[in-house]
Structures are given as structure tokens and as C-alpha cells.
């Protein structure tokens, strides 16, 4: 499975995802697709396999993963102080890939229904649903 991490800014949050799903299921291969070189440089950092940065690095990218993981603003256009762009969002929100977003509740976006929890629960959970996704797709191929 080729697990995309994407984020921006600062790049914390993807290093922080890397890292847990690093931890957690070392097998996969993880590829860190930051808005900028920074946060690319930090998903790297934290045991990414690959990484790319920019708009066409995730439009291009979004047509080859299995897993795509960051905040939920990552499917909306113009989100991180603008540095996720329409076409950043739309490759992302189309893709095929299996989506687990963190909501977290910043961009104009406020997630109704969702407990507030520490930034590492939402981590938790995240590789949590990644997880069982990679086996219930491991399983689904074991059957054929």
C-alpha cells in the first residue's frame, strides 16, 4: 500500500502522522507530499520513504496512492493560509484513494458531531482506520 501523508505550513502535524504510521506498520510505504518544502523536509525527517512538494508533486502523486491522510482541509480549496490550492483540493477530494481526514477544526471548517480530542488521539484513530483499511484490502486480495 502507498500511503500519501499531505501538509503544510509548518509541517507538524504530517510529521507527526509519519511518524505513528511509521511506528505502527513499518512495512508500508509512506510518501510526504507537502504544500511547501517544509513540510515536506519534516514528514522526511520523521521516516517518510519519499516526498514530494507543491501543487503538481500532489495533483501528479493523487493518481498512484492507496491512502490519503492529513486534516480535513486538505479537501478544501484555499485552506492552509491558502497554500492548498483549488487544484491541490479537487486531485485530492477525486482521487480513488482511501481518505481518512483528522478533524481538525480550523480553515473555516468546523467538524459538528466530533469530539474534541488532543491532536494525538485524532492521530491514533487515524492510523487506526489505516490499518484496518491495509487488512481488509490484504484480506480481499488473499481471497482471489
Given at each position: 500500500?502507498?500511503?500519501?501523508?499531505?501538509?503544510?505550513?509548518?509541517?507538524?502535524i504530517?510529521?507527526?502522522?509519519?511518524?505513528?504510521?511509521?511506528?505502527?506498520?513499518?512495512?508500508?510505504?509512506?510518501?510526504?507530499?507537502?504544500?511547501?518544502?517544509?513540510?515536506?523536509?519534516?514528514?522526511?525527517?520523521?521516516?517518510?520513504?519519499?516526498?514530494?512538494?507543491?501543487?503538481?508533486?500532489?495533483?501528479?502523486?493523487?493518481?498512484?496512492?492507496?491512502?490519503?491522510?492529513?486534516?480535513i482541509?486538505?479537501?478544501?480549496?484555499n485552506?492552509?493560509?491558502?497554500?492548498?490550492?483549488?487544484?491541490?483540493?479537487?486531485?485530492?477530494?477525486?482521487?480513488?484513494?482511501?481518505?481518512?481526514?483528522?478533524?481538525?477544526?480550523?480553515?473555516?471548517?468546523?467538524?459538528?458531531?466530533?469530539?474534541?480530542?488532543?491532536?494525538?488521539?485524532?492521530?491514533?484513530?487515524?492510523?487506526?482506520?489505516?490499518?484496518?483499511?491495509?487488512?481488509?484490502?490484504?484480506?480481499?486480495?488473499?481471497?482471489?
Open positions: 500500500m502507498r500511503i500519501a501523508v499531505v501538509d503544510g505550513q509548518g509541517g507538524g504530517g510529521r507527526a502522522i509519519v511518524e505513528k504510521i511509521k511506528l505502527e506498520m513499518p512495512r508500508e510505504e509512506v510518501l510526504a507530499l507537502g504544500t511547501n518544502s517544509v513540510a515536506t523536509g519534516q514528514m522526511l525527517r520523521a521516516g517518510a520513504d519519499d516526498g514530494a512538494t507543491g501543487e503538481n508533486a500532489i495533483v501528479h502523486n493523487m493518481k498512484y496512492i492507496d491512502i490519503v491522510v492529513g486534516v482541509a486538505i479537501i478544501n480549496a485552506s492552509m493560509l491558502g497554500e492548498l490550492s483549488p487544484k491541490m483540493a479537487c486531485a485530492i477530494g477525486e482521487s480513488r484513494a482511501f481518505k481518512v481526514l483528522l478533524p481538525i477544526n480550523r480553515c473555516n471548517i468546523h467538524v459538528v458531531s466530533v469530539e474534541e480530542q488532543p491532536l494525538g488521539v485524532h492521530i491514533d484513530n487515524a492510523v487506526r482506520a489505516i490499518k484496518d483499511y491495509v487488512m481488509k484490502m490484504e484480506g480481499k486480495q488473499l481471497s482471489i
